[in-house]
């Protein structure tokens, strides 16, 4: 059975840090890219960044670009989310998802259930 | 950044009906595109990747169309558990983005 497992979100205060984890397993988690997707309270869907499954190629989105870096362990088949330099607007639930590479060959879609990240004094 | 813009934003409809929903792109993602589903407290599903391929598991009512700008998502009886909020994204080009999504609720 396929599962991406968050942890990691919680209460932190403006420009501070938190670190996600999303633990995957079920699927050749090497052989996939990952993104991270957000979603804001009551609000739609946002792309924060991606890795890819070989090189560790990464792309972000221009709203953390900067401040959140994206990495792996394919040995431990776990991908990680440092968010520094924390703003209200990053409060949301984060989602580990398997959404590819642009242009790329379509991919299984999974995701996890998410974790709450709340930026707040 | 590729703006996708979905319509209606509310759609109010019965079970048994079709329903038509448009996603429009500020320009063309070609056919690197997808549609999801989500429920209430719940992950994203994705229903139609490339822009027409229903992924594994989805039914048959659900189906999608279009390429270059223009795309729609039909689901032609819908469903009690078709009642949800429906969200297009783009693959074509980064950053990757979805649509403002539209909620299809029980008239």
């Known amino acids: 059975e396929v599962q991406l497992l968050e942890s990691g979100g919680d209460l932190v205060q403006p420009g501070g840090s938190l670190r996600l984890s999303c633990a995957a397993s079920?699927?050749?988690?090497?052989?996939?890219?990952m993104s991270w997707v957000r979603q804001a309270p009551g609000k739609g869907l946002e792309w924060v960044s991606v890795?890819?499954?070989?090189?560790?190629?990464?792309v972000y989105a221009d709203s953390v670009k900067g401040r959140f870096t994206i990495s792996r362990d394919n040995s431990k088949n776990t991908l990680f989310l440092q968010m520094n330099s924390l703003r209200a607007d990053d409060t949301a639930v984060y989602y580990c998802?398997?959404?590819?590479?642009?242009?790329?060959?379509?991919?299984?879609?999974?995701w996890g259930q998410g974790t709450l990240v709340t930026v707040s004094a | 950044e590729i703006v996708l813009t979905q319509s209606p934003a509310i759609l109010s409809l019965s079970p048994g009906e079709r329903a038509t929903l448009s996603c429009r792109a500020s320009?063309?993602?070609?056919?690197?595109f997808a549609w999801y589903q989500q429920k209430p407290g719940q992950a994203p599903r994705l229903l139609i990747y490339?822009?027409?391929i229903r992924a594994a598991g989805i039914p048959a009512r659900f189906s999608g169309s279009g390429s270059g700008t223009d795309f729609t998502l039909t689901i032609s009886s819908l469903e009690p558990e078709d009642f949800a909020v429906y969200y297009c994204?783009?693959?074509?080009?980064?950053?990757?983005?979805f649509g403002g999504g539209t909620k299809v609720e029980i008239k």
């Open positions: 490339d822009a027409s």
């Open positions: 998802a398997t959404l590819g590479w642009i242009r790329g060959p379509p991919t299984k879609d999974y």
């Open positions: 890795i890819s499954g070989s090189d560790g190629s990464t």
């Open positions: 079920g699927f050749n988690f090497r052989g996939y890219a």
């Open positions: 320009q063309s993602v070609h056919n690197y």
């Open positions: 994204q783009q693959r074509g080009y980064w950053p990757l983005t």
